[in-house]
């Protein structure tokens, strides 16, 4: 099972930094919508173990840096490549079209 990183302010730099493009999954506990793309996420980060680094971002917690990627409706999932967007979607969306946005990504 891949480890998936809590995205808080203290650790978001090493994020930026990451080898690998990382995934981070911008949601709250009250959103519905964030809690069925959640197991997603989870699944595609196993299967996609090497090739990304996936964190999640409570946006209640982090309000900071859900401003600063310009987060406006959750759930939203911004890939990042050596600091950089390579991606964003917003709003839940079946396993196979979010699996085919990272790829492309990739």
Do not use: H
Not at 9 to 15: E, M, S, T, V
Not at 24 to 30: G, K
Not at 37 to 65: F, H, M, T, Y
């Amino acid at each position: 099972m891949a480890t998936i990183i809590e995205a808080t302010p203290q650790n978001f730099n090493d994020l930026l930094t990451s080898d690998l493009p990382v995934l981070i999954d911008f949601w709250a506990p009250w959103c519905g919508p964030c809690r069925t793309l959640s197991p997603i996420v989870d699944e595609l980060a196993d299967e996609l173990a090497g090739k990304l680094v996936v964190a999640k971002c409570n946006v209640d917690e982090n309000q900071d840096i859900a401003m600063k990627y310009g987060v406006m409706s959750i759930p939203t999932l911004v890939m990042l490549k050596g600091g950089n967007e390579a991606m964003r979607t917003v709003g839940a969306m079946p396993k196979a079209r979010l699996a085919a946005e990272i790829e492309k990504a990739l």
